[in-house]
């Protein structure tokens, strides 16, 4: 089949909830994905940062195979000679006390929820259904009913009513903003250290360290969203590391796996994740013996082969590739490690455009809203593919006439 009779199936019978760029992919390898034409792509997306260790890594592939061939689901009833090395493995890695294991990256924010809530009634002291969570404006944390009930994203909301009660927003990198929103009911703030679908927003320097100390101070539970900044992407293991802070609840998912099964994690301390007793909450497949085995393989992979640190050098030589372009409808390119916006004024007219021709040339990845392009290739990247990517991207963005079209004001940035 064409790529074009792929796309008319897909829109016969499929929901439409995304807009997917028009390429039909059927092979990866690496940081590379073919088309079913056998054209050749480099990967700048890496499915939202859940391919950290590259396509069909070997290692991860292997374990898939072997593992699937000795148990796959045992549900939570039994116990499986796989979760019990994941914990471990997994504390030791991020130097949590434990963890619950979920599935997709929604389902482990709405645990950390349901946690903190019951953490703050039953430890904090806080009026039945009173309980308030702090979160940030441009929020991503997910999809389902209670995490879109804090989106400020009207579209990802709208008609999807009624919303869960309990939540306050305010602008994210403002730590007094914080203080000032503390009332005796806060059980948690929840935060992305970095915001990646809002356009990779980095907060001010020292905001993390900020917030850690206003929590600490008032009792209040630190979560932070590490589902996209986490597991080597922005070149430390944790995104917290930057501040040199540690959460009191992080959520992680995405890469957990390498791109080959959903697996997500909450990990926190024995007094927030210990307040939840048998029968409370659970999942038929969070911590299968597969998810488990791949996980445990994705995190050696990350280490073993050196990703963090190479997501850190390359991120820097990437992030100042592009600060060379001259485009002046280029309004600014930001990063930390291999996490990197490139955001347009709107007089340039949308980054899709620029993602079609990047496409074109043999170059994937997407634009974050509206005119943010995010680059966030797997942690294997090479420096000669970066050199290769940027490239294409100079090519593609580098100095486009855009005489036609009124220049931009360039007015304060956000930050
Ligand atoms: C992707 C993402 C989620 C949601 O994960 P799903 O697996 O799609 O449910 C939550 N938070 C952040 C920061 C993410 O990037």
């Known amino acids: 089949m064409k790529t074009n009779e792929f796309i008319d199936l897909e829109n016969r019978f499929g929901a439409r909830n995304y807009k997917p760029l028009d390429v039909i992919l059927s092979k990866g390898k690496g940081v590379w994905v073919w088309d079913v034409e056998g054209k050749k792509y480099l990967d700048c997306l890496s499915a939202y940062s859940a391919v950290n260790q590259g396509h069909c890594h070997p290692k991860i592939h292997q374990v898939l195979v072997e593992q699937s061939k000795k148990l796959t689901l045992t549900s939570r009833a039994f116990r499986n000679d796989q979760l019990a090395l994941f914990y471990k493995e997994l504390c030791e890695l991020t130097q949590s006390h434990k963890v619950l294991p979920m599935n997709s990256g929604a389902e482990a924010v709405e645990t950390a929820i349901k946690t903190v809530r019951k953490w703050g009634y039953e430890t904090k002291g806080i009026p039945l259904d009173k309980a308030e969570i702090i979160v940030c404006e441009h929020n991503f944390h997910g999809r389902t009913i209670t995490i879109i009930s804090f989106s400020s994203d009207e579209n990802a909301r709208q ?36 915001q990646g679908e809002a356009g990779v927003i980095i907060p001010p320097d020292g905001y993390l360290k900020k917030v850690r100390e206003i929590c600490t101070n008032n009792n209040v ?41 959903p697996i997500s994690a909450v990990l926190s301390t024995d007094a927030v994740l210990g307040v939840l007793n048998p029968g409370q909450h659970g999942s038929t497949f969070g911590g299968n013996p597969l998810a488990c085995a791949l996980a445990r393989t994705a995190m050696k992979v990350l280490v073993e082969e050196g990703l963090i640190e190479n997501a850190a050098s390359m991120g820097t030589y990437f992030l100042d590739g592009l600060k060379q372009i001259s485009n002046p409808f280029v309004k600014a390119a930001r990063g930390k490690g291999l996490m990197i916006g490139l955001e347009f004024y709107p007089e340039a007219g949308g980054a899709r455009q620029y993602c079609e021709k990047l496409k074109e040339n043999g170059l994937l990845c997407k634009e974050t809203h509206d005119h943010i392009i995010r680059f966030s290739p797997p942690l294997i990247i090479t420096k000669d593919q970066i050199d290769w990517a940027l490239e294409i991207i100079f090519k593609c963005i580098g100095h486009l006439d855009h005489a036609d079209r009124k220049m931009p004001d360039t007015g304060a940035m956000r930050f």
């Open 159 to 194: 008609n999807f009513g009624p919303f869960t009660p309990g939540f306050k927003s305010i602008p994210f990198g403002d730590s007094d903003a914080l203080e000032n929103a503390i009332t005796p009911n806060t059980v948690a703030f929840m935060v992305e250290p970095i």
């Open 221 to 261: 539970v630190l979560i932070l969203d590490e589902i996209q900044t986490g597991l080597g992407r922005t070149g430390k293991l944790l995104a917290e590391e930057h501040d040199g802070i540690q959460s009191d609840l992080t959520v992680i998912g995405k890469a957990l796996s390498g791109g080959f099964y």
